[in-house]
């Protein structure tokens, strides 16, 4: 079974000058470009801690220093795939390529490496306002009908689950979204297991979907398209602050 790591890191109100220079030296020249020119603050510590650790957890499976990992992002925002490297003590054998995925929030970040394509999606619940209306335009029928069905926190949480699955596959397949609304359906089992169809078959494709809940009121989902010896690791906070 070849586990599929997801770390998380709970975002520090403050980071020491020192930290945030070394974390700084980390990224690339277009990734510096990119956080310079963010205008909130917030959003510039959301994407520096992000591709820091990202780039930190590259570095400790490519086992290479984090600033010579080859990461490169599509029209600067798509994470794209990780050649893999000669691994020291194996002779010439080669691994990769690596599929990582980002999300933030305010407090939260989350980052997944896997060796097929993965997407990883994190939300507070409760900040959507319309929810109806947003899951009529944005769900699967069946799935807007089971929301809109709902009241209270209980359509909060099935709203935000939903959404989150929803981000975790666009991000893994890259599956243009007007395809998405009617041609993919999730259901949620009582034991929150995660059921999947695609144009209205059991998918042929093998999927996995997980569902966690990293921080009180926040929900995330990961994606992953690969064998089902590829299991979902356990999540673990990351200190690197
Ligand atoms: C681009 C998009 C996936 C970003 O998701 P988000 O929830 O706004 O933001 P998150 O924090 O979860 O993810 C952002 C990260 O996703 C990554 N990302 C951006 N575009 C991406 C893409 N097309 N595919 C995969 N990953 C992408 C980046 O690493 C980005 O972080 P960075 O800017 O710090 O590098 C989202 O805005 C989007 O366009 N979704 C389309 C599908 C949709 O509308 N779904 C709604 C629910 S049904």
Not at 49 to 64: N, P, Q
Not at 169 to 189: E, H, Q, W
Request: net charge negative; proline share 9%; with cysteine.
């Amino acid at each position: 079974m070849q586990p599929i790591p997801l770390w998380t890191l709970q975002i520090p109100d403050t980071i020491a000058g020192a930290r945030q220079k070394e974390l700084y030296s980390l990224l690339s020249p277009a990734e510096q470009k990119r956080h310079d020119a963010m205008e909130s603050f917030t959003r510039q510590k959301e994407y520096l801690l992000s591709h820091a650790l990202a780039r930190l957890k590259i570095a400790e499976v490519l086992k290479m220093p984090p600033a010579d990992v080859p990461l490169l992002f599509e029209d600067n925002t798509k994470p794209s795939p990780i050649p893999g490297s000669l691994v020291p003590g194996h002779g010439s054998l080669v691994t990769g390529p690596w599929h990582l995925s980002l999300s933030h929030t305010h407090l939260l970040i989350a980052c997944a490496l896997a060796p097929c394509p993965v997407g990883v999606d994190v939300e507070p619940v409760g900040r959507t306002k319309h929810i109806d209306d947003v899951a009529r335009r944005m769900f699967h029928p069946t799935e807007a009908d089971e929301v809109c069905a709902l009241i209270g926190d209980e359509k909060k949480l099935r709203f935000t689950q939903y959404w989150v699955l929803r981000e975790a596959f666009y991000k893994a397949s890259g599956m243009p979204l007007t395809d998405m609304i009617k041609g993919i359906v999730f259901n949620i089992d009582d034991d929150e297991k995660v059921q999947f169809t695609i144009n209205h078959q059991p998918s042929t494709i093998p999927w996995q979907f997980s569902l966690t809940s990293p921080l009180p009121d926040h929900i995330m989902a990961l994606a992953v398209q690969g064998p089902l010896s590829h299991t979902i690791k356990d999540i673990q906070l990351t200190e690197i602050v």
